[in-house]
């Protein structure tokens, strides 16, 4: 009868570390997923337009375009941590001929926080 006890003393036990185990796993992927946020670096976008866009005419997804929408913006004291581009409408601009049509890119832009007013600016909003 002793060892029945202690056997279900060893279950409460055991039960008990399990809680805990689990309590820790949530609480690390909690902290994991937290962690994958960079609060010290913010994300904003820019519509892109055919040839009006404060660095010049839109360019294809080459490191060439980057490098000039980077340099535009170094000029202006802007960090860059981040670039890409983004379709957000395929058909845009198919009917339209001007400078100011847009091509249905966003450039996508990440920056220090410190530099987010600055990017704004220049034409850039923040993500929401």
Not at 91 to 103: M, R
């Amino acid at each position: 009868m002793h060892s029945l006890t202690v056997s279900e003393e060893n279950k409460k036990k055991m039960n008990n570390m399990n809680k805990y185990l689990l309590a820790l796993l949530f609480f690390s992927v909690a902290l994991f997923n937290a962690c994958d946020k960079d609060p010290d670096n913010l994300t904003l976008i820019f519509k892109e337009t055919k040839c009006d866009n404060p660095w010049g005419e839109a360019g294809l997804d080459d490191g060439s375009y980057y490098v000039v929408v980077r340099k535009y913006l170094s000029d202006y004291g802007i960090q860059v941590v981040g670039i890409s581009t983004e379709v957000y409408d395929e058909n845009a601009g198919t009917n339209c001929n001007t400078c100011d049509c847009l091509t249905g890119r966003n450039v996508v832009l990440v920056v220090p926080v410190r530099d987010a007013k600055k990017a704004e600016e220049v034409g850039f909003v923040l993500r929401q």
